[in-house]
């Protein structure tokens, strides 16, 4: 399952190649992506935008992506579907992301097809 055509996504995620790999897989699948490096950007960059969708590291310079998590959840509320993407797996980790505010947590490596569907089942209802 695909998300829908023109679902807006942020990325957040400060390695280079890691966030533009996202941006082309997401670009490709019809959404239409824009990117922070860090978690002050990110948060800036959502409250302005409104995207369906943010797609975050955790472990980012300066505001970390829990830290992200609360203020976009915040100031958006329900209308935004919140991934986390990172290398933190445990579940302490798992369950520190849902107090935060995120709906998914992915580790890294992502799964690719599990990370579109989740977009796709997450901004579905907010899209309808």
């Given amino acids: 399952m695909l998300p829908p055509r023109g679902t807006r996504v942020?990325?957040?995620?400060?390695?280079e190649a890691a966030r533009q790999s996202l941006v082309w897989l997401l670009?490709?699948?019809?959404?239409?992506?824009r990117?922070?490096?860090?978690?002050?950007?990110?948060?800036?960059?959502?409250?302005?935008?409104?995207?369906?969708?943010?797609?975050s590291d955790i472990d980012l310079p300066g505001l970390d992506g829990w830290g992200l998590a609360e203020q976009v959840r915040s100031s958006l509320g329900e209308a935004v579907f919140?991934?986390?993407?990172?290398?933190y797996a445990q579940p302490a980790d798992r369950e520190r992301s849902r107090l935060a505010g995120f709906d998914a947590h992915l580790a890294k490596p992502a799964d690719v097809v599990l990370l579109l569907g989740l977009l796709a089942e997450g901004v579905r209802p907010l899209l309808a």
């Avoid at 942020?10 to 390695?15: G, I, K």
């Avoid at 919140?82 to 290398?87: P, Y």
């Fill in 10 to 15: 942020l990325v957040v995620e400060d390695n």
């Fill in 82 to 87: 919140l991934v986390a993407l990172t290398a």
């Fill in 27 to 33: 670009s490709a699948q019809g959404c239409e992506v």
């Fill in 35 to 55: 990117a922070a490096r860090d978690g002050a950007a990110g948060v800036r960059e959502a409250l302005q935008w409104r995207p369906d969708a943010v797609v």
